[in-house]
């Protein structure tokens, strides 16, 4: 018997393959422990590298950069250019951080739009994850006690909400994470995922084009360098692909690549 073709209702498109192309906004996750070079691979996507002939293309997805500076961490891109940031500070008793952000989000779309930033950078989405729940807690008269579920799923609902906020917007979105190890006490297995909450730390990655864990090396010949794909231990993904799995943590790595 054969089969019908199902023929396309009017107004959906259909678009071929082969004209995919990199130069479109990008969604980075990178994740590690303190000082794996999270924040500086973040601030690399502030300028051009003068020795480095790129595309006109590319020149429009770098060169200013906006951070969400959650962590207090700017020192690490003291004197860069082409930088701006703002700081969060958070009391638990009568936290700010959630709304202050929320009433910033016009104001970021403005300049993503009007092509005054090319990046922007949550710094990190760890400490981000925290302030939500201490909105959560505020808000429901419930400061010091620990959350209910009801109130665990409103924090996860509102760090959704800010993921898919950013990553909505036509510049590139870099968000970092603390790391955590996991153990499964039946099976004994052990994975690091990023450090957010419950189960969100295994479903954050769908978010992302791009999730790198970030390391830093030790010894004489020691150098950052950020995993590209998934093991046994690492959660990681790339839709740029790479020959290696692991990759010198640099702006110009991850063009090259995307190039």
Same mark, same amino acid.
């Given at each position: 018997?054969?089969?019908?073709?199902?023929?396309? $209702?009017?107004?959906?498109?259909?678009?071929?393959?082969?004209?995919?192309?990199?130069?479109?906004?990008?969604?980075?996750?990178? /994740?590690?422990?303190?000082?794996?070079?999270?924040?500086?691979?973040?601030?690399?996507?502030?300028?051009?590298?003068?020795?480095?002939?790129? $595309?006109?293309?590319?020149?429009?997805? +770098?060169?200013?950069? =906006? =951070?969400?500076?959650?962590?207090?961490?700017?020192?690490? %891109? &003291?004197?860069?250019?082409?930088?701006? /940031?703002?700081?969060?500070?958070?009391? &638990?008793?009568?936290?700010?951080?959630?709304?202050?952000?929320?009433?910033?989000?016009?104001?970021?779309?403005?300049?993503? !739009?009007?092509?005054?930033?090319?990046?922007? %950078?949550?710094?990190?989405?760890?400490?981000?994850?925290?302030?939500?729940?201490?909105?959560?807690?505020?808000?429901?008269?419930?400061?010091?006690?620990? #959350?209910?579920?009801?109130?665990?799923?409103?924090?996860?609902?509102?760090?959704?909400?800010?993921?898919?906020?950013?990553? *909505?917007? #036509?510049?590139? %979105?870099?968000?970092?994470?603390?790391?955590?190890?996991?153990?499964?006490?039946?099976?004994?297995?052990?994975?690091?995922?990023?450090? %957010?909450?419950?189960?969100?730390?295994?479903?954050? *990655?769908? /978010?992302?084009?791009?999730?790198?864990?970030? $390391?830093?090396?030790?010894?004489?010949?020691? !150098?950052?360098?950020?995993?590209? &794909? #998934?093991?046994?231990?690492?959660?990681?993904?790339?839709?740029?692909?790479?020959? $290696?799995?692991?990759? +010198?943590?640099?702006?110009?790595?991850?063009?090259?690549?995307?190039?």
């Amino acid at each position: 018997m054969a089969v019908k073709e199902t023929v396309p $209702e009017a107004g959906i498109e259909f678009k071929d393959a082969s004209e995919i192309t990199g130069n479109k906004p990008t969604g980075f996750l990178f /994740y590690g422990g303190s000082g794996s070079g999270k924040t500086e691979l973040a601030a690399s996507f502030n300028a051009h590298d003068p020795r480095v002939n790129w $595309e006109a293309a590319w020149e429009e997805k +770098v060169g200013k950069v =906006m =951070m969400m500076d959650y962590d207090d961490g700017m020192l690490t %891109v &003291r004197g860069a250019p082409n930088i701006t /940031y703002h700081t969060f500070t958070e009391d &638990r008793g009568r936290p700010t951080i959630y709304n202050d952000l929320i009433r910033m989000k016009p104001k970021i779309e403005e300049l993503s !739009r009007s092509g005054e930033i090319h990046t922007l %950078v949550h710094d990190s989405l760890t400490t981000l994850t925290e302030a939500c729940m201490n909105q959560v807690l505020y808000s429901t008269g419930h400061v010091g006690l620990q #959350p209910t579920f009801p109130e665990w799923g409103t924090q996860m609902r509102y760090i959704q909400d800010i993921i898919i906020w950013s990553l *909505s917007l #036509p510049v590139n %979105v870099i968000m970092t994470a603390h790391e955590q190890i996991q153990k499964d006490d039946t099976t004994g297995r052990v994975w690091c995922l990023p450090l %957010v909450t419950g189960k969100l730390a295994q479903r954050i *990655s769908l /978010y992302f084009d791009e999730v790198y864990h970030l $390391e830093s090396g030790t010894g004489k010949d020691a !150098r950052f360098q950020m995993l590209t &794909r #998934p093991d046994r231990i690492y959660t990681a993904k790339s839709r740029i692909g790479y020959k $290696e799995a692991y990759q +010198v943590t640099s702006y110009r790595t991850i063009m090259e690549a995307m190039k």
